[in-house]
């Protein structure tokens, strides 16, 4: 079934899914109840249990990186009946509006990536966009719980030390509210496997607001509640 997730692994409909194997360990320590780890394979935490309301959930780490959430959401998708993939992670923030500490809900994800190449568009270029109807329950959920969140697009990249300090610009003038290393893959295998994907980030630093001081590598793993708190409301 698969040589990267545990072939026994049991999920729920609805993963979330953090970059980092720890931040997957912190969430299920801190917002699961009754879980188990399902998984372990090459040091990538999977586990399965319920939120606080009584509904099964996942939450799985997806790795650094395009190739890496490719490989975990595909199988994922394809191998374990999973129908909804919600990314949970960290962005640089492109617009002033967006400060540290601030919720993004994308729309949507470009990229520069060769990842959509693999489909054989004939010069075409595909948009990946996040599901609507997740969309629109994050953003209630959001509102209802007093979190304030950015809605709209977002730039994933292949790069993280850019030789071009200033090439963030060209999409930051474009509306493109903060940048990540995943989404795009995820969005692309949701569309090409008829699933459901969504991605919800915490601002932890920024290009444009040079007074704000990012999140710190702890902050990074354990600091991100109102986040999770907004994920586990996706459960079904």
């Known amino acids: 079934m698969s040589t990267h997730i545990n072939n026994d692994a049991k ?3 609805t993963v979330l899914m953090p970059g980092d ?33 009584g509904k ?9 990186g395009i190739p890496s959430i490719g490989i975990y959401s595909y199988e994922l998708y394809a191998f374990y009946g999973v129908e909804n993939i919600i990314r949970i992670g960290t962005c640089g923030g492109y617009q002033k ?5 601030d919720v993004i809900i994308s729309t949507s ?7 959509a190449y693999q489909f054989d ?14 969309i629109l329950k994050a953003y209630n959920n959001a ?38 290393m995943e989404s795009y893959g995820l969005f692309l295998n949701a569309m090409r496997l008829h699933k459901k994907a969504l991605c919800i980030l915490t601002v932890s630093d920024t290009f444009v607001n040079k007074d704000e001081k990012e999140l710190t590598q702890k902050e990074r793993q354990e600091k991100l509640n109102s986040m999770f708190e907004l994920a586990m409301t996706m459960a079904e």
Request: a neutral charge; one cysteine or more; glycine letters at 12%.
């Open 21 to 53: 194997p720890l931040r997957a360990k912190y969430i299920a320590e801190n917002f699961l109840v009754d879980y188990k780890e399902v998984t372990s394979v090459r040091g990538i935490l999977g586990f399965t249990g319920h939120t606080k309301a």
């Open 121 to 134: 568009l004939k010069g075409g270029v595909l948009s990946p966009c996040s599901d609507f109807g997740l």
């Open 97 to 101: 509006e967006c400060h540290v500490g």
């Open 11 to 13: 999920f729920a409909k």
């Open 109 to 115: 994800a470009s990229s520069s990536s060769n990842f």
């Open 143 to 180: 509102n209802t719980m007093g979190i304030k969140v950015h809605v709209g697009p977002i730039f994933s990249s292949d790069v993280f030390y850019d030789v071009d300090p200033n090439y963030y610009k060209k999409y930051a003038d474009m509306g493109i509210l903060g940048v990540e």
């Open 56 to 64: 099964e959930i996942s939450v799985m780490a997806s790795g650094m």
